[in-house]
């Protein structure tokens, strides 16, 4: 209730004063008009205040939601980015997981058309080289056969190492005549000329060979790099090394038989002019010893062609696979891994 406190001072203040009770009268009926206008004012500031207050603690609150939101936009944003490098960096990684899976693919096929290619290189080039030399020898022995130790000239050289009184000149006449129809006897000699042709082509293979050989190791080596983990690759590795090793030491093993074969057949040609009792100084004496060494040579060519598969097939051959097979296993197991 609205108390207009002019219009009651101005009330009270014109009526007439008649006595003292009038006046007391006058002065309470002022005072309770002031006392109501107190309290419509105490109540009207508390009123507002208590509306201040209310829009503050409103205003404070759409504040504080603002924030909250705020908030929650920039960590929901964050939490988006996160999971969007989580998911990149995941990509990337399945990326390069990806590119490992394919190499270790691409290694093993290729370890396994090389192996196939370094096999066939081998065995080709063995059966090449070993032929070339063995022709060779058999064309010098039967150049040997075909000299007869039993013409005058060289009768007369034995006659005369008997009686003592063999000159140098005669017995450098008789070593000319000897190594003259042995060269004769080379230059028309079909296996001589086979073993040329063969030895050009073993040439070729042994170039081939060591090219193979050694793109063998380029994709062992990228094997190492792609399974780094692996001691058993290592190992199985060393193994075919070894082996190569091996088969690379019958070349100079082969080299060195034949090379003694040969020397067997210069000392049996330069003892056509010998008395002694081992010497190869008759026909008879002469066929016998080249048929030994023919078939002696048959038989060292026979060994060592089969030394040399055993080497391939039974060695080589199975340590690779072997190595393969670790690989293949290995590979599913990363693959079961990503299915899972």
Do not use: C
């Not at 009207?44 to 929650?72: F, G, V």
């Not at 034949?258 to 057949?265: A, C, G, M, Q, R």
């Not at 060292?300 to 696979?321: N, Q, Y």
């Amino acid at each position: 209730m609205d108390v207009n406190l002019t219009h009651v001072a101005n009330v009270t203040l014109t009526q007439p004063v008649g006595n003292h009770s009038d006046l007391s009268t006058a002065l309470i009926a002022f005072a309770g008009g002031a006392l109501v206008a107190i309290i419509a004012g105490l109540v009207s500031y508390y009123t507002n205040k208590k509306t201040i207050d209310a829009s503050l603690t409103s205003t404070r609150e759409t504040n504080e939601a603002t924030n909250q939101n705020t908030i929650r936009t920039i960590n929901a944003s964050l939490q988006s980015t996160r999971e969007t490098i989580e998911q990149e960096k995941s990509k990337m990684l399945e990326e390069e997981l990806q590119e490992k899976r394919n190499k270790r693919h691409e290694a093993y096929s290729l370890l396994l058309g090389r192996k196939y290619t370094m096999l066939q290189f081998h065995a080709s080039y063995y059966s090449i080289f070993i032929k070339s030399l063995s022709s060779l020898y058999h064309g010098r022995l039967l150049a040997f056969n075909n000299i007869d130790l039993e013409s005058d000239e060289l009768r007369r050289v034995i006659e005369h190492r008997r009686t003592g009184s063999l000159t140098q000149e005669e017995l450098n006449k008789a070593t000319q005549y000897i190594q003259g129809k042995f060269d004769l006897e080379i230059d028309k000699s079909p296996d001589v000329k086979e073993s040329l042709r063969t030895k050009q082509r073993s040439e070729e293979l042994q170039l081939e060979l060591a090219k193979s050989i050694e793109r063998f190791f380029e994709i062992v080596g990228r094997i190492e790099i792609l399974f780094p983990s692996q001691e058993e690759v290592r190992d199985l590795i060393e193994q075919i090394e070894k082996s190569l090793e091996d088969l690379g030491k019958f070349e100079n093993e082969i080299n060195q038989k034949y090379k003694t074969f040969d020397k067997e057949l210069r000392d049996a040609m330069g003892s056509t002019t010998s008395i002694e009792a081992d010497s190869i100084n008759s026909n008879k004496k002469r066929y016998e010893w080249v048929a030994r060494k023919d078939s002696e040579l048959s038989d060292r060519v026979t060994a060592v062609v089969k030394e040399v598969k055993k080497g391939i097939e039974d060695d080589l051959d199975p340590k690779i696979e072997k190595l393969l097979k670790h690989l293949e296993v290995e590979i599913k197991k990363e693959e079961n891994k990503v299915r899972s």
